[in-house]
């Protein structure tokens, strides 16, 4: 069945730490995203990616980076983690229009200590 | 700016009542207009597409609406259950801009 899979899906770790958010699709689709999202709070898009080799920053600022090396494949890491980005990154996908609309896969919970 | 408001930001229900949740958008220039479900600390769950085209999708208990000369859209959800609890979104493509412009959700609870 086609999805959109997020691994891990919770994830405490140490100040200071590298750390690698892993997003997958088998949906077929060009065009992949990342959000961020504090609780009880709005989405907001930090990068997002037309196709291989294309990677865009998106409206709110973020230290992590991205890479989209493959199609299916869309993984967001941060270098040196600081509890300040403790939140919740949920990956999504479109078609290049986004006229099927998007799929959200089930998101990373991240915790900075 | 395509700006997307929900209304109300919560909502308390008892089982079984039919419910309307709103959404308005400023600018009528869209492709498409989704509605989302999120649970408490879960990713979104697509439930409803509308295509700027169309005036309406339904989806077992869900119908939704869309009019773009009046930049709104409605879910409704008939004979609401406790398992109906969840923070809904709405989100609006932009047809200038390309990207997904979402509201700020409506919470619903669904009281046994």
């Known amino acids: 069945e086609a999805d959109i899979y997020q691994t891990p899906r919770y994830l405490v770790i140490g100040t200071g730490k590298k750390i690698t958010l892993e997003c997958s699709q088998t949906?077929?689709?060009?065009?992949m995203y990342w959000y961020q999202q504090d609780p009880g709070m709005e989405l907001h898009l930090i990068h997002y990616s037309y196709g291989v080799n294309s990677t865009e920053k998106g409206d709110l600022s973020s230290e992590s980076t991205v890479s989209r090396i493959r199609t299916e494949h869309f993984p967001l890491t941060l270098e040196s983690a600081r509890p300040s980005h403790t939140s919740q990154y949920l990956c999504?996908?479109?078609?290049?229009?986004?006229?099927?609309?998007?799929?959200f896969g089930s998101g990373t919970r991240l915790t900075v200590v | 700016k395509q700006e997307v408001t929900q209304i109300p930001a919560a909502l308390s229900v008892p089982e079984g009542e039919n419910l309307v949740l709103n959404c308005s958008f400023t600018d009528s220039a869209i492709y498409n207009l989704q509605w989302f479900r999120q649970d408490h600390g879960k990713g979104l769950t697509s439930l409803l597409l509308i295509q700027s085209s169309q005036r309406e999708q339904t989806s077992g208990r869900l119908n939704a609406s869309l009019d773009k000369s009046s930049g709104r859209s409605t879910l409704y959800i008939a004979a609401s259950q406790p398992g109906d609890s969840a923070t809904y979104l709405c989100a609006a493509l932009s047809g200038n801009t390309g990207k997904l412009i979402f509201g700020q959700g409506t919470t619903l609870q669904v009281k046994p």
């Open positions: 999504a996908s479109s078609h290049p229009g986004g006229e099927d609309g998007y799929t």
């Open positions: 949906m077929g689709h060009d065009k």
